[in-house]
């Protein structure tokens, strides 16, 4: 921008702020207020920063404000207005357009802006500036908290926010063109702060105490101070001579030379003897040019290599949505002075402030107390000053902060929120990439230190990291991050740099997973898994009736209405056909008075509907819509009869539509259920989850560049697709045309000696490859397409292996043969014009296959064109198809409600006698619209307290939990369908059970090894039969499982169903946790019960097992032979057969065996309480109930 156009009150204001002769620069009397003025101009500047971009352009900072703030800073308001403009000018442009700009315009002030930055870090890289910063500064931190000012607070901000500014300014590409080692801009101003003491300041504000509050300021000046460095040469720095020193650089000449002159030795064995002028012309056979015939090659036979029919055409250009991500600002080798300063800060900084600062800025992420994205600062500092430490005289105690998995936890949470962001938020996704590449390499780094404390000779350090990687393999979050990583990986938003580290950092972390499942025979770990609970949905609003049903309902009506007309019956008077508070006008509501009387007409409220017919013809008499005002009972017949068969509009709440592909879950919703259980930790397993096609894609995309990668970075890539390849047997993963072109650049390439791991794999792909093609022709084929671990399995065993049921592919879907998409034609041909029924179940009683499900033959049928989608064969909606109640119906229902009314389940047993099977909803709206009852809570069930008796059981005692938190789904699923069947078709208690009935069922669980419980439920039911004798009152009595062994059969679904043969009820509703014993079981019913399931030697007599725990409320045993008889409850035990249990049961069994006194021979049966009542009234606690208290504690110990 040109002086001369600056803006008149700009260029006054300028002007008065004084003159530079020489060194000395002359204050005006008005400086002060300039300064002032210029703030105020920076506050009102537009969006393109004309104030700014003025103020740039007259060179206002260098020549004008710092030889102010050098000259006059004793004072201190002249010096404190100064810095606050320095502030201003120089804050990042970022902060100023908000973001980089996409329109040229707005560009193009961007980078005004960005250049005249430039010029300011500049004019700041002289050490009398940053002295002056750093004796006020100093003199700030000085005061004691009790003399500091706000203002002083203020000035000490505003100093650290404009060195952060300073350092934040990006170099000029096109000024700063130098080699490593020459001292740049950045350079400069970092010895001018050294040299002025602001780095002792800094290391000072990070560990004192009361200096708290500047720790986030502290840490993003020192990320910006070591922004062009790199941890690995600072911390080689001085450690050996300068030879050992420039080795690195020594070792990238010599490959270089290397390649030179195997390149120049290629051309020489290919240029030929004797120099032609004449190159001559030559026929490539086999190579179609343009045309039908053969290319013509004009050049020498040594050029023939390097054919292809692309030469001579332009670059396609890549679109900018394609393009590669630009990699970040590479790291530039800094002078050699600069260098050893900061190595020497970091060595300071690490003893004195790191583990401190880490943890006061770690409170305040946690605390929120911080900006938003500061803990981009947290995770470079983690990365950079843990890799200094352990490359520079390895010490865990200096990052300890850092270190653990609550660290290792922090880092995951802000990746995977990365991730999620950049996978959300399009437009920002380099930026998110950028963050996650942070997040990535401080997570790299907490890996190598664990890794490097094992190797510490200190056994404490080395206990500590088994106990971090314990920790870290065994939660899944952490097994699974680098699988996400690499199949969510994008080149166009993820820069290659950030592959470079995710496969470094993935084999490091396969290495030591490896390495720790190695020692160990059982390694358990954490798996989550997420299931999908459907749960329904609001019911839909009925079918119409058909003309036949109004008519037959209207036969029903007719006599009622008759009735009232004549009024033989009551009409209600608080009838009102408009509804007052309603927004819609009384004239507009005459369509919903008639959807009333319509309603009420099909619900069988006669007198109702009669008396809303004339109070609808009061209010709306115009039209004789509701008949004339002298209208007589005929008249009236016919005009309900009317609105009764009348179709008339009805307003259905709009739903949204389902995909044509979620059929059968139109009307369900799914809940997400996170369930956590334990596993076997597999190795091979682990690793079977790399072997897909986004991980081989990203290895083969960051080999393509092997000649820029370090040995590091190709080693890990060779390693991870040795892994698959060789590790899994699954060559053909890697059969890619793309990895095969690298092969052939590499093995071309005349510098592959330097990489022989890379042609070592090379060579045993290819010929792994060829072998196979040897066989399988159709390999060649393949390489176009990359492949899956069930494509891979194909190539090698045959293509239809998998489809024959073998194979990780078992379960997927048949393909549908020519003669069964014949048949299935031919099938809907026929059931197609069949009116009301179901094609697809006609379809499916009849298709020869078996196994077809409904949604594979409607998706076949869509495909096959025969239907336009699956909307064309909705799904019978589920329910008994009667919508209207008979006169009859209604007669029954008030029937069964004054019959059991005084019930605890009035409902219940409604449903249960009820002839025409109706819906739980239905039932309740007609008691609710006869009049039966006023609200729906009093048809809820009665639950009976505990003290009402003793032979009642409490429904409230909760079951407690026996199967280990590793469970597999089958049991639940099984749990499910129970509780399905309960709810669907509940037990009715006047079902009676057929004499010997399970008595075959209960013989296959005593051989499958559930004798204890069969035998504690045969006491059950004999105990039951005695009681009910003695009381001569029966009630319904839980089964209560108080032991681990009965707790486990109750969840067997076998038992559950030797419990329904003898006739016992399941829970009937959520209020209910156990089995029951119904009241209509007689004691001889329990007792042939009772005997059917008793155990039967060889003979089939039935044998004495040893007697389970018993109801404290049972009488004492009586000795032998007093009063007993041959259905006696106290058989004399005997030992009982080993059964196989669990390792768990087994010491506990053990240890209650030692606490016997390890008796092995007859042991009095322990009493177990039967309800919790029972239990709290007895003193000492039973044997097996000590067992399973006991089992408790040792579960909440591990957890």
């Known amino acids: ?100 700009p996409a329109d040229a315009t707005s560009r193009h002030h961007f980078l005004q802006v960005l250049s005249y930055l430039q010029a300011y870090k500049e004019a700041f890289a002289s050490e009398k500036v940053f002295v002056v910063l750093s004796e006020k500064l100093y003199s700030l931190l000085q005061l004691d908290w009790e003399q500091r000012q706000e203002e002083d607070t203020l000035l000490i901000e505003r100093i650290l926010l404009l060195v952060r500014n300073v350092l934040h300014v990006p170099p000029d590409p096109t000024e700063e063109q130098g080699v490593d080692g020459d001292a740049s801009v950045h350079d400069r101003v970092l010895w001018a702060l050294h ?29 910006l101070m070591f922004r062009d460095q790199s941890p690995e040469e600072l911390a080689a720095l001085g450690q050996g001579t300068a030879g050992v020193e420039h080795g690195e650089d020594t070792r990238e000449l010599e490959a270089l030379r290397q390649r030179e002159l195997a390149e120049k030795k290629a051309r020489a064995l290919q240029r030929p003897s004797r120099h032609s002028r004449f190159g001559g012309s030559y026929v490539l056979q086999g190579l179609k040019s343009i045309g039908d015939r053969d290319v013509v090659f004009h050049k020498g036979l040594h050029n023939l290599k390097s054919y292809t029919h692309d030469l001579g055409k332009e670059p396609q250009r890549v679109p900018r949505r394609r393009q590669a991500a630009p990699e970040s600002e590479p790291s530039r080798r800094s002078a050699r002075n600069v260098r050893l300063f900061l190595r020497r800060f970091c060595q300071d900084f690490l003893e004195d402030c790191y583990n401190r600062l880490m943890l006061l800025v770690k409170d305040q992420l946690v605390r929120e107390k911080a900006q938003q994205h500061d803990e981009t600062y947290y995770l470079w500092a983690t990365a950079f000053f843990m890799a200094f430490n352990r490359l520079h005289g390895f010490r865990p105690e200096l990052v300890s902060e850092t270190v653990g998995v609550r660290a290792f936890h922090f880092i995951e949470q802000n990746l995977t929120t990365y991730y999620e962001m950049a996978l959300m938020d399009k437009k920002e996704a380099t930026t998110w990439a950028r963050r996650m590449h942070l997040a990535l390499k401080a997570y790299q780094e907490l890996l190598r230190t664990v890794q490097e404390m094992d190797r510490s000779p200190e056994q404490a350090v080395r206990d500590s990291s088994q106990i971090i990687k314990s920790n870290i393999f065994y939660l899944m979050e952490y097994r699974e991050l680098f699988l996400t990583l690499f199949r969510k990986f994008d080149e166009t938003k993820q820069p290659r740099s950030f592959l470079r580290d995710l496969v470094e950092t993935a084999h490091l972390f396969l290495r030591m997973l490896e390495r720790f499942c190695r020692g160990r025979a059982n390694l358990v770990v954490q798996n989550k898994r997420v299931r999908r609970k459907k749960k329904p949905r609001a019911p839909a609003a009925p079918a119409p009736p058909s003309a036949a049903e109004l008519e037959q309902l209207w036969e029903g009506l007719a006599p009622r209405l008759q009735a009232c007309l004549q009024g033989e019956v009551s009409l209600p008077e608080d009838v009102v056909p408009f509804d007052a508070a309603s927004e819609t006008p009384v004239e507009e509501q005459r369509a919903e008075a008639l959807l009333r009387i319509q309603d009420c007409l099909r619900d069988s409220r006669v007198p109702q509907a009669l008396q809303l017919l004339r109070s609808a ?83 083969v995309l960051l080999l393509r560049g092997y000649a820029r990668n370090s040995p590091r970075t190709n080693h890990c890539a060779a ?124 379809i499916l009683a009849h298709l020869p296959t078996p196994g077809r499900t409904r949604r594979q033959v409607v998706k076949q049928l869509v495909r096959m064109g025969l239907a336009s989608s699956g909307k064309d064969f909705p799904r019978e909606r589920k329910g008994t198809h009667i919508v209207l109640w008979t006169q009859e119906q209604e007669e029954e229902l008030t029937r069964l409600f004054e019959e059991f009314q005084g019930s605890d389940d009035v409902l219940g047993n409604i449903m249960k006698h009820l002839t025409a099977r109706r819906s739980r909803a239905r039932v309740v709206e007609k008691l609710l619209g006869l009049g039966l009852v006023a609200e729906r809570k009093e048809l809820y069930k009665k639950r009976r307290r505990k003290s009402h008796g003793p032979g009642q059981a409490a429904t409230g005692v909760p079951a407690m ?79 209560v499982p108080l032991t681990e062994e009965n707790e486990d059969a109750m969840e067997d679904r076998r038992f559950r169903s030797l419990l329904r043969q003898l006739g016992l009820r399941p829970p009937a509703s959520e209020q209910e946790s156990f089995w029951r014993i119904p009241a209509a079981l007689t004691p001889q019913q329990l ?113």
Not at 195 to 220: N, T
Not at 669 to 675: G, L, Y
Not at 1002 to 1022: D, I, S, T, V
Not at 1135 to 1152: I, W
Request: net charge negative; glycine share 6%; charged share 30%.
């Open 195 to 223: 040299i002025s003491g602001m780095d002792d300041l800094l290391k000072f504000l990070a560990s004192a105490q009361v200096e708290q509050q500047w720790g986030l300021h502290v840490l993003e000046i020192i990320s």
């Open 1 to 100: 921008m040109d002086w001369y156009m600056m803006n008149c009150e700009l260029l006054a204001t300028c002007s008065a702020l004084g003159y530079l002769e020489g060194d000395v620069y002359h204050r005006e009397p008005d400086c002060l207020e300039s300064v002032k003025d210029l703030i105020r101009y920076l506050r009102h500047e537009d969006e393109t920063r004309d104030v700014r971009q003025q103020l740039g352009a007259a060179q206002i900072l260098q020549n004008d404000l710092l030889p102010i703030m050098v000259q006059y800073p004793q004072d201190k308001v002249l010096f404190d207005a100064v810095i606050r403009l320095m502030v201003n000018l120089t804050q990042p442009a970022l902060l100023c357009f908000g973001k980089v």
């Open 961 to 1039: 939990p026996a199967q280990d938190s590793s469970g597999e789904d089958d049991s639940e699923e099984e749990e499910e369908e129970d509780e399905d069947e309960a709810e669907g078709d509940p037990m009715e208690e006047h079902w009676l059970p057929e004499e010997g009935a399970g008595q075959d069922l209960a013989q296959r669980l005593q051989q499958e090894g559930l004798a204890g419980p069969l035998r504690w439920l045969e006491n059950c039911l004999r105990r039951v039969a005695g009681d009910r004798e003695e009381d001569g009152v029966s009630h319904p009595v839980p089964l």
């Open 617 to 699: 013809r009061e209010v709306w008499p115009e039209g004789d819509v509701f008949g004339a005002a002298d209208a007589g009972p005929p008249e009236e017949t016919r005009l309900l009869r009317e609105i009764l068969v009348a179709p008339l509009p009805r307003h259905a709440p709009a739903e949204p539509e389902e995909p044509e592909e979620e059929e059968e879950e139109e009307e369900e919703e799914e809940e997400r259920i996170t369930q956590v259980s334990e596993k076997e930790f597999n190795f091979l397993d682990y690793l079977k989850r790399f072997a897909c096609a986004p991980v081989v894609r990203a290895l």
């Open 719 to 842: 390693r991870l697709l040795h892994r698959l390849a060789r590790d899994l047997r699954m060559e053909p993963l890697l059969f890619q045309l793309s990895l095969f072109a690298l092969f052939h650049r590499l093995l071309s390439d005349p510098a592959a000696a330097a990489h022989q791991e890379l042609v070592a794999l090379a060579k045993f792909i290819l010929g792994k490859f060829f072998a196979l093609a040897a066989t399988n022709k159709k390999a060649f084929v393949e390489l176009l397409f990359w492949k899956s671990p069930t494509v891979a399995w194909e190539m090698t065993k045959g293509y239809s292996s998998l489809q024959e049921g073998e194979g990780s592919t078992r379960s997927r879907v048949p393909p549908w043969t020519p003669q069964e998409e014949q048949e299935l034609r031919e099938l809907y041909w026929k059931y197609k014009e069949v009116e009301g029924g179901d094609i697809i179940a006609a």
């Open 1087 to 1199: 007792r042939r019960a009772a005997a059917s399931i008793a155990h039967r030697g060889p003979s089939g007599a039935p044998q004495d097992l040893p007697e389970p725990p018993r109801c404290p409320q049972d009488p004492a045993p009586e000795p032998a032979g007093l009063g007993s008889d041959s259905e006696s409850e106290e058989p004399v035990p005997v030992p009982s057969p080993v059964q196989p249990r669990t390792k768990r049961r087994r010491e506990l069994a053990s240890e209650d065996e030692d606490e016997d006194g390890g008796s092995s021979g007859t042991e009095p049966a322990p009493a177990a309480p039967c309800s919790e009542e029972d239990e709290e009234d007895e003193g000492p606690q039973p044997q097996g109930r000590r067992k399973r208290i006991r089992c408790l504690d040792e579960e909440e110990e591990d957890d």
